[in-house]
């Protein structure tokens, strides 16, 4: 089945530093979603973004389907923004299951 | 708020029981999905229904089961329950069959102990 492989694992980050987040996948989807989940558990659908790029905020992505990879790029991170990162997809073949990557956890210092 | 409501919150129960969880997806959209997220194998996708039809399975044990209602709310039926059961179930909720975003609920913390 699909692989989808998400780096750094994990990425402490000073108030104001920017970051990339990337999640690799093996094979061809036709879904991509990025989120976040927040210290409560709680999943926050941040980007629906099979293919090209989207900006929301100080969040942008970017999804290059050819090449199999997806960018989520946060810029003047904030301590509200610590929590872990998943990149989840939908393979074309294979039915209809969505894999999630094993995430990015984020911690920012004040 | 996404929209997604799931009942209860957080559920204790003991091995070999029967637990059933609850979830209402945002209106007009007509498939549910069931993802499990436990400490050691990360967010697992369940099933999904779409219009009260199964749609697609994932790794989901034999021990569980779920329907989608006409009312489009869906169930998630755990039995037999094990240590190993103890997760976060979450539901989540789309338009669509597929290339569409899904939409997560706050989640059903269950414990078996």
């Known amino acids: 089945g699909i692989q989808v492989e998400q780096s750094p694992p994990d990425l402490i980050l000073q108030e104001g530093a920017n970051s990339t987040l990337r999640c690799n996948f093996s094979d061809s989807v036709n879904n991509l979603q990025w989120f976040h989940q927040n210290p409560w558990g709680q999943l926050i659908n941040l980007f629906y973004i099979p293919s090209g790029t989207k900006q929301n905020g100080r969040l942008s992505a970017t999804t290059v389907a050819t090449e199999r990879y997806s960018l989520l790029y946060i810029s003047s991170s904030q301590t509200t923004d610590s929590g872990v990162y998943f990149c989840a997809v939908r393979p074309n073949t294979g039915g209809f299951k969505t894999i999630f990557g094993a995430g990015t956890r984020l911690f920012v210092k004040a | 708020d996404s929209g997604v409501t799931q009942t209860p919150k957080h559920l204790i129960t003991a091995t070999g029981q029967r637990v059933t969880l609850r979830c209402s997806p945002r209106s007009g959209d007509l498939s549910v999905y069931w993802y499990q997220q436990s400490l050691d194998q990360g967010l697992q996708f369940l099933i999904q229904?779409?219009?009260?039809?199964?749609?697609a399975k994932g790794n989901i044990l034999e021990r569980f089961s779920a329907q989608q209602f006409p009312d489009l709310h869906s169930e998630l039926n755990l039995s037999s329950l094990e240590l190993g059961d103890s997760a976060l179930y979450f539901c989540?909720?789309?338009?669509?069959?597929?290339?569409?975003?899904?939409?997560f609920g706050p989640g059903t913390r269950l414990t078996v102990l």
């Open positions: 229904y779409y219009n009260g039809e199964e749609r």
């Open positions: 989540a909720s789309s338009e669509g069959q597929v290339t569409d975003t899904q939409y």
